[in-house]
């Protein structure tokens, strides 16, 4: 069965400093890969998607960035934290577009 | 692209009474329109879904219906129960050649006991 792990669970960072988010799925090949960000009672914003290693796609315009360096390895990084980056970071895969998208636990970050 | 709209924000209902909520799309292209509910804390989770080749899908206490040509899809929950309270998205997406999901700003619903 599948899995997708992400971590940390919880982090707090200072303004300013770089942030780098993990997510990871196993028990599936060339998955498609999602970022999303969850502000506090909001919905959810599509970030970046990837449809293979090296692919990124962007939906906002923003300082963070996203890097598939593996097929089932997706990474969010920022080199400099706002205020604004604060909310809940959910990773998603699915087998293909137009399906089933699975999240992962989610991170919480907190810039202070 | 494509703007997914959703009403109500908030909504509270009596248990035992259904609950209905809608959501309208802009890009005709779209053709598959999930549903997630999402518990406090914890991360969304699909309960139906249905594409635009069909009106309507049910599955127990949860059915969805779709107009395409006005664009909006309705999720309906008949006898609601405490543990229904959650929030509610829906979403729009194509599964030909576009991969982008687009979600809709959710409907947080309370079932009073």
């Known amino acids: 069965s599948q899995t997708i792990h992400q971590w940390p669970a919880t982090l707090v960072q200072p303004v300013g400093s770089p942030l780098s988010l993990e997510c990871t799925v196993e028990?599936?090949?060339?998955?498609?890969l999602y970022w999303y960000r969850q502000a506090a009672g909001r919905g959810l914003q599509l970030l970046f998607y990837?449809?293979?290693?090296?692919?990124i796609s962007s939906e906002v315009p923003q300082n963070l960035s996203a890097s598939r360096p593996q097929d089932r390895q997706f990474i969010l990084s920022s080199k400099k934290l706002l205020l604004s980056d604060s909310g809940f970071y959910l990773c998603?895969?699915?087998?293909?577009?137009?399906?089933?998208?699975?999240f992962g636990p989610g991170t919480r970050l907190t810039v202070l | 692209g494509e703007n997914v709209e959703q009403h109500p924000s908030t909504l509270s209902v009596q248990e035992g009474d259904s609950a209905v909520i809608k959501c309208t799309y802009s890009?005709?292209?779209?053709?598959?329109f999930p549903w997630y509910k999402q518990e406090l804390g914890k991360r969304p989770q699909l309960i139906i879904d249905?594409?635009?080749?069909?009106g309507e899908k049910k599955d127990q206490r949860i059915a969805v219906t779709l107009n395409k040509t006005a664009k909006h899809f309705s999720l309906h929950i008949t006898e609601t129960q405490p543990e229904d309270s959650a929030v509610y998205f829906c979403?729009?997406?194509?599964?030909?050649?576009?991969?982008?999901?687009?979600f809709g700003a959710g409907t947080r619903l309370f079932v009073k006991a």
């Open positions: 028990g599936t090949s060339n998955p498609n």
């Open positions: 979403a729009a997406s194509e599964n030909t050649g576009g991969f982008k999901t687009i």
């Open positions: 890009d005709s292209a779209s053709n598959y």
């Open positions: 249905i594409r635009s080749n069909v």
């Open positions: 990837s449809v293979g290693i090296g692919q």
């Open positions: 998603a895969w699915s087998q293909t577009s137009g399906n089933e998208q699975f």
